[in-house]
């Protein structure tokens, strides 16, 4: 203030101005600094809940982005015997268990008569359970497995005594050599045999919301919630996904994705989940044999793919609900109107309708079964149970051409309309289709080799699609140079011209060409293995991860010199 307002001079009148222009000055130097305070204030909050978002979202996303449990026979589909002791209370409170088929569907439940931890088969008191004939619970547990013919075994519990339970589990299946129901292919003996009966520890996290909410209540009205808890968790194991789509975006919300969710709104959090369950349906995909199946819980998965809504998904499944006939193709959900033309364009890639085996068989085991193929109208495709676009199968056949090793020109030939007759472009169009089965007729190691040949050759297949399409569209290429041209124009970040000229510039044509090359290798995936899963593997509890399910306690709330309270109730001399 001295320096730049003061007045140098010392009497009373610039005495006076002095005074006059400190307190504008302080006054006015408190209102710029509040304004720069809250400006400061609201960019490190947006900052702050901007980083928050990208963590929640990626928590949130390794929940749910897993693949179903993978088997050691390589299955993902699993009939899943879930149990669970509760509260642990052995020899108060019986074990609990249910099975579910490949679907999700509760067939039975049934209820432990002994307790697995006494030596001489005590019961728990309720005579009229249907245990009480057998010997012990290693019996019960036995005969159970044997009725039910599960692939797998899901547990989880509300305290640590599910640990303790969880190994005797383990211990009794290795001692009986309990088998699953999957059986693997062994080269040595040239025989299947069944593999050894697996238990999972299952995350509960959406089971302790599933057996209180509205959802279980309409599902299973008659059902205890133990009964719900378990079904959950079954579930869990078969597919993480379908869990988190079958709870509302507030249920969602109120489970701990993060130790600071609590810090954003209720409205930012909402859409970071909505984001997160449109990714991971992209990724999955919906099979619509599930749908014309009409698996409860598996409806809900429409209402994120691309284009729908809550609205549109429920005209959707009604839709498909009125049709009488079985939908074998894409092409029959735009001709018979059950999505209109704009849905279609977006969702399609998303549907997968039908299966490989329809087509070639079956090819489990690495061999060909000798299955009976199903009759193949003329409305069904090869790629209409993959990810690939309807508007990339032409694509994708010429790839499958490319990589069964003919060369350009024999490509250029067979899709070839000009100059030739309605008879020739049919035969045409046939020998492609024969070409493509032949080529998914062979093995998966097989079709790995020739795809992985191929890759190799990829950037020249790209230049090869180039030139088609500057042959057979070129008014649309120069239509979309000229568009993108526009778009540089306008984008401030974009590439400027320089004084020699557009030396700078990227090349249309080589934005094109990397396009084209993720679109190649999305169906190079598809040709190893269409419908393969692309979600991530599984993910197993680590023993960390299993203490703070069952105790709620974390690495913040409790570590290394962290002062907990204890009650002693028995102790010896020879332990102190």
Not at 298 to 322: H, N, S
Not at 360 to 377: L, W, Y
Not at 384 to 397: G, K, M, N, Q, V
């Amino acid at each position: 203030f001295q320096t730049c307002f003061a007045i140098d001079k010392e009497d009373e009148v610039n005495q006076a101005w002095n005074d006059f222009r400190k307190r504008c000055f302080i006054e006015a130097l408190h209102k710029i600094l509040g304004e720069i305070a809250t400006e400061i204030k609201s960019d490190l909050t947006k900052k702050c809940e901007s980083l928050i978002s990208l963590e929640i979202k990626k928590q949130f996303s390794n929940l749910v982005d897993q693949a179903p449990y993978r088997s050691e026979a390589g299955s993902y589909e699993h009939k899943v015997l879930s149990i669970t002791c509760g509260n642990g209370n052995f020899g108060k409170e019986p074990v609990v268990a249910v099975i579910l088929d490949h679907y999700g569907k509760l067939l039975d439940d049934y209820v432990f008569y002994h307790n697995p931890f006494a030596f001489n088969g005590s019961e728990n008191g309720n005579q009229e359970l249907e245990g009480k004939n057998y010997a012990n619970f290693d019996e019960e547990f036995k005969v159970l497995v044997k009725k039910w013919q599960p692939s797998l075994v899901a547990i989880n519990g509300f305290n640590t005594a599910t640990l303790k339970f969880m190994k005797k589990l383990r211990a009794i299946i290795q001692y009986h050599q309990i088998k699953s129901s999957e059986v693997v292919f062994q080269e040595e003996t040239n025989e299947e045999v069944n593999i050894p009966l697996d238990v999972v520890f299952a995350n509960d996290q959406v089971a302790t919301l599933y057996q209180f909410n509205e959802r279980g209540k309409i599902e299973y009205p008659n059902k205890a919630p133990i009964i719900k808890y378990l079904i959950s968790i079954g579930r869990f194991i078969q597919n993480p996904l379908l869990e988190y789509v079958n709870l509302s975006i507030n249920e969602i919300c109120s489970l701990s994705i993060h130790p600071y969710q609590h810090l954003i709104s209720t409205d930012l959090m909402a859409r970071l989940v909505e984001q997160v369950l449109v990714d991971s349906t992209c990724i999955t995909g919906v099979k619509l044999s599930f749908l014309q199946k009409k698996i409860p819980h598996y409806l809900p998965l429409v209402e994120y793919l691309p284009g729908f809504g809550k609205r549109k998904a429920l005209q959707f499944i009604e839709d498909l609900e009125q049709e009488n006939t079985e939908l074998v193709s894409r092409q029959q959900l735009i001709t018979r109107s059950i999505l209109s033309k704009t849905i279609f364009i977006n969702a399609i890639g998303y549907i997968k309708i039908g299966e490989l085996s329809t087509f070639v068989g079956d090819d489990t085991f690495g061999k060909r079964n000798k299955k009976k193929v199903q009759s193949i109208t003329s409305e069904q495709d090869v790629f209409d149970c993959s990810s690939i676009h309807p508007e990339d199968y032409e694509l994708a056949r010429k790839y499958v051409l490319f990589v069964m090793g003919l060369s350009k020109d024999e490509i250029d030939n067979l899709f070839q309309e000009d100059d030739l007759s309605e008879d020739e472009i049919s035969e045409n169009e046939q020998k492609v289709y024969n070409m493509v089965l032949e080529f998914y007729k062979k093995s998966k190691q097989e079709r790995t080799e020739l795809v992985n040949l191929a890759k190799a050759k990829n950037f020249t297949f790209a230049q090869y699609v180039l030139e088609w399409e500057e042959r057979d569209h070129p008014e649309e290429t120069k239509k979309s140079t000229i568009e993108e041209d526009d778009e540089d124009e306008d984008d401030d970040y974009a590439i400027k011209k320089t004084e020699r000229g557009d030396e700078n510039k990227i090349d249309p044509r080589i934005k094109k060409a990397v396009k084209l090359y993720i679109l190649l290798v999305n169906i190079y995936y598809e040709l190893i293995e269409p419908s393969s899963e692309a979600r991530k593997t599984f993910k197993i509890f680590s023993e960390p991860a299993t203490f703070e399910n069952l105790t709620n306690e974390d690495e913040m709330s409790f570590h290394v010199g962290k002062v907990v309270s204890m009650k002693v109730i028995k102790f010896k001399p020879d332990q102190v």
